[in-house]
Nanobody, 127 residues
Framework: QVQLVESGGGLVQSGGSLRLSCQAS????????MTWIRQGPGKEFEWVSR????????DYAGSLKGLFTVSRNNAINTVYLQMNNLKPEDTAVYYC????????????????????RGQGTQVTVSS
């Protein structure tokens, strides 16, 4: 079955960086578009980024462009999210998820919420 395990979260000061990882298993990872979403305290889920199965195409929420970078290593079934210049408003539980279809356009809310995702990793940014 599909399993996704996120790691790399933690407490960081404003302006700091973190790199999240998501280890995947149970499906053809290299053919699957993947996405990151997050849920801040008391907030709705927010879409963060997505990446094609080949890694050739990436996309980001508008406010995060230039700050976050998504990448993947298909040899080890892992997708990453490098987060730079973090702000307190980035505080959230971050989840990776398999997109509903092989193409990145499918990696959108709310459809992604019905797909398998990991348990999440907490990112807390202090001011």
């Amino acid at each position: 079955q599909v399993q996704l395990v996120e790691s790399g979260g933690g407490l960081v000061q404003s302006g700091g960086s973190l790199r999240l990882s998501c280890q995947a298993s149970g499906f053809n990872f290299g053919l699957s578009a993947m996405t990151w979403i997050r849920q801040g305290p008391g907030k709705e889920f927010e879409w963060v980024s997505r990446i094609a199965g080949s890694g050739s195409s990436t996309d980001y929420a508008g406010s995060l462009k230039g700050l976050f970078t998504v990448s993947r290593n298909n040899a080890i079934n892992t997708v990453y999210l490098q987060m730079n210049n973090l702000k307190p408003e980035d505080t959230a539980v971050y989840y990776c998820a398999k997109c509903p279809r092989p193409y990145t356009a499918s990696c959108a809310l709310p459809a992604v919420l019905y797909e398998p995702r990991g348990q999440g990793t907490q990112v807390t940014v202090s001011s």
